[in-house]
């Protein structure tokens, strides 16, 4: 699935009346099955940038297209069937506390789900291997039966990223993924994603804090900043002095445990591998 955004602009929905728009004029395309992710300090324009990509945000100038759909054109039961081909994992997925983690997991299939095989799914899960197989991946597989409620912050997240295995979607819009876990965790989690992606050919776009984490796993990094495009490069061009400019005023946000590239270009991405489940 590709993305074509072209001159568009955005307001946050949970913005003032007179707020600076939160994209302004942004130009950028995103061929199907590509991996990209998107970095930047806070109030950048991320999350907007996602929920725009998602079709829960009209763009308020400029048009956006969605394999060359303009999303917002169509009728409402095609908008809806678009909607159900694209995956949005926010930071803090919305996960019910007394369900069950295998029922959460498995609602990644509703969109491609009956109402009638939907409900039926809440009391009597329909695929336990395959949702066991999902957070398997995520080293998560003894969650299966655990109440949501029980998890830590953490686990909830991974298991909101576990979803998108089994979802029927064509693009996995992922924001601030690794918000919630440690360095050996954040690490498996995007590595899983993006060879999953690869594997599968899905479109994947994710936000990032981790500056360390986009380079290592992504080969493509755009870099937005008060919502304009700051560059668009293969990871191997991102130098510690685009970087720099990127985070003025907000270095604490660029400098973490992981050294960050020096001037050098830096390696690009290697090409994901398939993994199987043990």
Partial sequence: MKLDLLAVAARHPAARNGAAAALRSLNLQVRSGEQVAIIGPSGAGKTTLLQLMACALPPSAGVLQVDGQDPWTLPRRDLQRLRGRLFLAPQVPPLPPRQRVVTSVLAGRLPAMSLAASLRSLFYPS??????????????????????????????????????????????????????????????????????????GITLVSTLHQVEMALAHFPRIVGLRDGELN????????????????????????????????????????????????
Avoid at 163 to 182: I, K, T
Avoid at 184 to 190: E, F, G, H, L, S
Wanted: charge should be negative.
């Fill in 231 to 278: 560059f668009d490069l293969p990871a191997a061009e991102v130098s510690r002095a685009r970087l720099q400019r990127l985070y003025a005023q907000h270095e604490n946000e660029l400098h973490g445990d992981a050294p960050l590239p020096t001037d050098e270009p830096v390696p690009a991405a290697p090409v994901p591998a398939v993994m199987h489940c043990r």
């Fill in 127 to 200: 695929d336990i291997p395959a949702a066991h197989e999902a957070l398997d991946r995520f080293d998560l597989a003894d969650k299966l039966f655990e109440r949501v409620d029980r998890l830590s912050g953490g686990e909830r997240q991974r298991v909101g990223l576990a979803r998108a295995l089994l979802s029927p979607a064509r693009l996995w819009l992922v924001d601030e993924p690794l918000s919630a876990l440690d360095p050996t965790r954040a690490d498996q989690a995007m590595r899983t994603l993006v060879q999953q992606a690869a594997a599968r």
